[in-house]
């Protein structure tokens, strides 16, 4: 079979000829109709990622039919059309992920390739008003924002819902469930073309943070936030306790832009805040996600659609931070 694989530190992703993978019982292979990109592939491909290996075929996300079974159990799911929950071994407790934890695309070879081998357990049935290409882009980020928003975050209809950097994979996600579920939401963007883009899909605002007033423009637009959502950290997060109303959750799952600078203790106390981390989700919020978009019929924005032989290309549009929404290869 056909698959994108990475062959060191630094080197360009190529298209080859690999072997197709043996099932074992309890596993399915699935024929790719559509993957997509997060930005977890593009530090595998610059190396900044723990326990890299190689060669290895990245990719979390994918849709696609079921082509064969490791076993009898497993036949009811040959020809059907499904996603992937990339999280594997989540654990028994629901609040945090077991040590055996692990996202498909590294450790185990992904979904950049013609066919991807997969434990029953975690496909779904594919949401039947998406094309593939929509369907792909839904897993990883889409769970990610679902537990920050929902379980994390307790957001609920009528809350004030700040997304800090809208335009990633993660950021229109919780702008289209934040919505959704009956909320005003406000967003922030280095670009002013994305603010405008959330502003047509729904959000009530949205400001530069590039600009040195930012948090004091929002604080005027929306009095304060009962939710935040942050994938980004940085010196701008601690700006963000000033912006609470009483009670706010602030919900990070990324540090893109660095570390958590100084915080006012005081404040986040006295506000009775409470700042919590979040990663991926598990199996039954995965299931919860995939309902919440059937019932409302929600489409994921996609960005740009490429060929599974422009996966380099695709990674260099995420290095450059330009899309809006996700990135997608086409099998």
Not at 26 to 49: F, P, S
Not at 231 to 243: M, N, Q, R, V, Y
Request: overall charge neutral.
């Amino acid at each position: 079979m056909k698959a994108i694989v990475l062959e060191g530190p630094d080197q360009p992703l190529s298209l080859k000829e690999v072997e197709k993978p043996a099932l074992k019982p309890g596993e399915v292979l699935v024929k790719i109709k559509a993957a997509a990109l997060n930005r977890r592939d593009y530090w595998i491909t610059i190396g900044k990622y723990a326990g890299i290996k190689y060669p290895i075929i990245l990719g979390s996300d994918g849709a696609g039919l079921v082509a064969e079974a490791g076993s009898d159990a497993e036949k009811e799911w040959l020809g059907k059309e499904v996603i992937i929950n990339p999280g594997y071994d989540w654990g028994s407790h629901p609040e945090y992920q077991s040590k055996e934890f692990k996202i498909l695309g590294l450790p185990e070879d992904g979904t950049f390739a013609e066919y991807v081998r997969v434990r029953a357990e975690y496909l779904y049935p594919k949401p039947p008003h998406l094309s593939w290409e929509q369907a792909a882009a839904l897993p990883l980020a889409g769970l990610t924002a679902y537990r920050a928003l929902f379980t994390k975050g307790r957001a609920a209809k009528g809350d004030k819902v700040l997304i800090v950097g809208v335009g990633a994979g993660t950021g229109s996600f919780a702008l289209q469930w934040a919505l959704a579920a009956g909320c005003e939401v406000f967003v922030t963007s280095g670009s002013d073309e994305k603010i405008e883009r959330a502003k047509q899909m729904g959000a009530t605002a949205g400001v530069n943070y590039k600009s040195p007033d930012w948090a004091e423009v929002l604080q005027g637009l929306a009095g304060g936030f009962d939710v935040i959502i942050d994938s980004a950290l940085g010196e701008g997060f601690a700006k963000l306790p000033d912006i609470c109303n009483p009670g706010a959750r602030i919900v990070l799952f990324g540090g893109t832009a660095g570390n958590i600078p100084e915080l006012n203790g005081r404040k986040i106390f006295w506000k009775q805040l409470q700042i919590i981390g979040t990663t991926m989700g598990t199996n039954e919020e995965f299931k919860a996600m995939v309902d919440f978009v059937n019932k409302h019929k929600i489409i994921p924005v996609i960005d740009e659609v490429f060929p599974l032989a422009d996966a380099e290309i695709a990674v260099q549009r995420m290095a450059n931070s330009s899309q809006f929404g996700k990135i997608v290869l086409k099998a």
